[in-house]
């Protein structure tokens, strides 16, 4: 019961607050809340490296957080600022070169290690970092608010549906998936309806900022609800392996009710970069 009221808690308060951040404070193509991309993106990183260090693949955790957040705040520059520098590409050179460079002159004894330590910084520079860049690419289209807010709507709805729908008629069809046995078919089902019911409604009810280019806006709304609800959910089993792997039960605690960051941001992560292309392409 504690969970759950506090799950509701940040439920209320915490998105609310996200919404009046991107409806209120737009300036610079929504640079507060890009920079608080780039924090997530760096405290992700970190509670994924205390995954690896559990799997024997050491990284500092300020290291990890640092280079966690370099491709985002390369991208935030560019994308707030107009930088004409290619930030983006030199910010993502000097994170993959990191590990290359900065092991030059250790011990024989630390030798063997190396390549553990690349594979770990590959993985935190990927994961959450990579795929959190698609919301600060959302801030240069002409009707950002809306496609923002409908992105978060359509992912959040899915997480909550499938949690929902899974509690009420889900009891009979669970553990399918070993990496994550509470989760559902109905659940699945559930969350997949919600985000369609969003694309579409936003495809019918948004035409300034979704209309559709080349389809109809009745299958471009529900494509876009539809790919982008199996991504949402995709994205939350795939933490779920993570998890698993390394044998914790939540990525971290500094969010009451849901566990690490990496817990709340999982599915965000995953339907990002999928959302935005399907809102390019279709409308």
């Known amino acids: 019961m504690k969970k759950l009221i506090e799950r509701l808690l940040i439920f209320f308060i915490g998105l609310p607050l996200i919404v009046c951040l991107v409806i209120f404070l737009p300036y610079k193509n929504h640079v507060v809340m890009n920079i608080m991309v780039v924090l997530v993106s760096a405290l992700g990183s970190v509670e994924l490296a205390e995954m690896l260090k559990k799997k024997n693949c050491p990284i500092n955790r300020l290291e990890a957080g640092i280079l966690g957040a370099l491709v985002p705040l390369g991208m935030t520059v560019a994308v707030s600022f107009r930088s004409d520098i290619p930030v983006v590409p030199i910010s993502f050179m000097l994170a993959v070169s990191w590990p290359l460079v900065s092991r030059i002159f250790s011990g024989s004894d630390k030798l063997p290690d190396i390549l553990l330590f690349v594979a770990a910084v590959s993985s935190v520079i990927i994961y959450p970092g ?78 300034q900022a979704f209309t559709a280019q080349h389809i109809p806006a009745i299958p471009s709304g529900l494509m876009l609800g539809f790919l982008s609800g199996v991504a949402a959910a995709l994205g939350d089993l795939a933490e779920s392996v993570l998890k698993r792997s390394s044998r914790i039960k939540d ?29 390019r392409v279709l409308f």
Not at 139 to 160: C, E, G, H, R, Y
Request: positive net charge; charged residues 10%.
């Open 130 to 207: 990579f795929f959190m860049i698609w919301i600060i690419r959302m801030t240069l289209f002409s009707q950002a608010v809306p496609v923002i807010l409908i992105f978060l709507l359509m992912v959040i709805t899915n997480d909550s549906a499938a949690w929902a729908v899974g509690m009420l008629f889900g009891k009979k069809n669970r553990n399918i998936i070993p990496a994550s046995p509470n989760k559902s078919i109905a659940g699945f089902i559930g969350g997949l309806i919600a985000s369609i019911l969003i694309g579409l409604g936003a495809a019918l009810l948004i035409p």
């Open 251 to 279: 990525s971290g605690n500094l969010i009451p009710g849901r566990g690490g960051v990496l817990d709340s941001i999982d599915s965000i992560a995953m339907a990002a970069p999928v959302y935005y292309w399907l809102y």
